[in-house]
Nanobody, 116 residues
Framework: QVQLVESGGGLVQPGGSLRLSCAASGSFFSMNVVGWYRQAPGKQRESVATITIGSGTNYADSVKGRFTISRDANKNTMYLQMNSLKPEDTAIYYC??????????WGQGTQVTVSS
């Protein structure tokens, strides 16, 4: 399993921006799937943005045009740039990977709160 540590969450006003980071113990480029999920209070965990080998990048409809997922190979770090944040983006954000054997790893999560 890959060890994942998220950071960058916090409190931001509607319309603001945050950049989440996910540091990994291995290379994201060796994974079949990497991505970000989120879970709001009382709701199921949902996919926000994923990068899949052979399939490219996918975003949830609710974040398209506002969020961008990226990876830095030199730092073994994955990012989620979040712009034009809305109150409904409030959630715990998790980074995740799926390795060659189908083993999924999760980070501990970072809280994002969008409120005035």
């Amino acid at each position: 399993q890959v060890q994942l540590v998220e950071s960058g969450g916090g409190l931001v006003q509607p319309g603001g921006s945050l950049r989440l980071s996910c540091a990994a113990s291995g290379s994201f480029f060796s994974m079949n799937v990497v991505g970000w999920y989120r879970q709001a209070p009382g709701k199921q965990r949902e996919s926000v943005a994923t990068i899949t080998i052979g399939s490219g990048t996918n975003y949830a409809d609710s974040v398209k045009g506002r969020f961008t997922i990226s990876r830095d190979a030199n730092k073994n770090t994955m990012y989620l740039q979040m712009n034009s944040l809305k109150p409904e983006d409030t959630a715990i954000y998790y980074c995740t990977t799926v390795g060659g054997r189908g083993i999924r790893s999760w980070g501990q999560g970072t809280q994002v709160t969008v409120s005035s």
